[in-house]
Structures are given as C-alpha cells and as structure tokens.
C-alpha cells in the first residue's frame, strides 16, 4: 500500500516563509503533487514534482527528493489568504490513482 | 468553462434513507473518483471510475454505491448500510494516466444525518 506523512498543523506570520513536509512509503512512484483546500472548498491544485529538484510557481515552491521518499511545499512571502489545508498526493502503483495524506492546516496570523 | 458541478451544495438524510450524490463534469476526463473528507481529516477514496459502465471499490466503499453510464457522470448513492454518512462529499475528475497531471474536484456536496 501506500502511505504519505504530514504534520497537521503549521502556523506562521504574515511575510514570513513556512515549508511543509510530506514523507511517503510506496512501491512505485510517480511523483509527487501538491493540493490546497480553503475551509468548506474544493482542493485545488498546486503543483507537480516528477523528478528530484524545485519547481517553482511564484510565490509558492515544491522540492522532491526521491532517494529520501520526501518533499515539501515552501510559501513565501505568506498571506492571510494563504491560510487553508495543503496535501500531498501521490499516485498509486499503476500510476492512475492519488492517494492524499492527512493534510497540513496553516495558520497565518497578522 | 469546464468543470465539475456536484449537486446538492447541502443534503440532510433520515435514518435508513437512501440519498443520491450527482457529479457531472464536462472536461472530457475519462476517471472519476468520490472522496469523503472528516472534519480536519483528509481525503479518503470511496469509488473510482476509469471508463464508462466500469468501476471498482475505493478504501471505504462500504455502505456506498455508484454507476457510470455515461462518460460524464458518476453519482454516488449513500445507503442506509453506511451507518456514519455525515461528511464532506468530493468528487473528481482526471486524465487517466497518469493521475499526478492534476484532479480537478467539484465543490462538494455537505451530507448530514438528521
């Protein structure tokens, strides 16, 4: 099976940067993808780690690190708007299938 | 514009009714799937569906049944076997291979047993 670890909670300034962690165990892999859910909304999503490295979309950041079965999701300059839950997702062996973690509620405060 | 439309936004079931879900979606996306999220939980897989008339059991299909006779549908009937309906329902479409270019989801539709 497969299983993708995050913490549940982050809080951070307004400004500030935070970086979210997700671990994951699975047999096979097809990379690693980044959702956002606002409080009552449907998850949007963010981005797509294929191979090892950052990607970058403005704002926000994505890092895959397959020989450690981790990546992250790092915000910076970070807005009241920002606060919402982020998971991680990662298909399943036959690729066409994600599986999310928990989930990650960030709090940002003024 | 294309996407998913799930309806009703709020539904409220008696015990031992049975309640439908409707998700339509019109991206030409051949994969559909229905999650149930819990208050401050994440998303857990019901049903899938990657191909009209066809469709397999999720983690927590239990209580739960769908159909898929056409390429742009897939609603999901909650029985009174499942005995903890009360949830936040999604429904997602995707390409079918492979899944990580992206799901996009409905609005979702809030079940509450009353």
């Known amino acids: 099976g497969q299983s993708l670890e995050q913490p549940s909670e982050v809080t951070a300034v307004e400004g500030a940067i935070v970086q979210i962690n997700c671990t994951y165990q699975t047999s096979g892999f097809y990379g690693l993808s980044w959702y956002q859910q606002h409080d009552g909304g449907a998850p949007t999503f963010l981005s797509y780690n294929a191979l090892d490295g950052l990607e970058e979309t403005g704002r926000f950041s994505s890092f895959l690190s397959r020989s450690d079965s981790y990546g992250y999701l790092l915000l910076q300059e970070l807005q009241m708007k920002d606060s919402a839950s982020y998971f991680c997702?990662?298909?399943?062996?036959?690729?066409?299938?994600?599986?999310f973690g928990g989930g990650t509620r960030l709090m940002v405060k003024p | 514009d294309g996407g998913i439309t799930q309806s009703p936004k709020y539904l409220f079931r008696k015990e031992g009714q049975n309640v439908t879900l409707s998700c339509e979606q019109n991206?030409?996306?051949?994969?559909m799937y229905w999650y149930r999220q819990d208050p401050g939980q994440g998303l857990r897989l019901i049903y899938y569906?990657?191909?009209?008339?066809?469709?397999q059991k999720g983690d927590i299909a239990e209580g739960y049944s769908v159909s898929r006779e056409k390429k742009e549908s897939f609603p999901l009937t909650v029985t009174s076997a499942q005995k903890n309906p009360t949830a936040f329902y999604l429904c997602?479409?995707?390409?079918?291979?492979?899944?990580?270019?992206?799901?996009?989801f409905g609005s979702g539709t809030r079940l509450t047993v009353v």
């Open positions: 991206l030409n996306h051949d994969a």
């Open positions: 997702a990662a298909p399943n062996n036959a690729g066409n299938m994600l599986t």
């Open positions: 569906s990657q191909i009209v008339n066809d469709f």
């Open positions: 997602a479409s995707s390409i079918v291979f492979p899944a990580n270019y992206g799901y996009t």
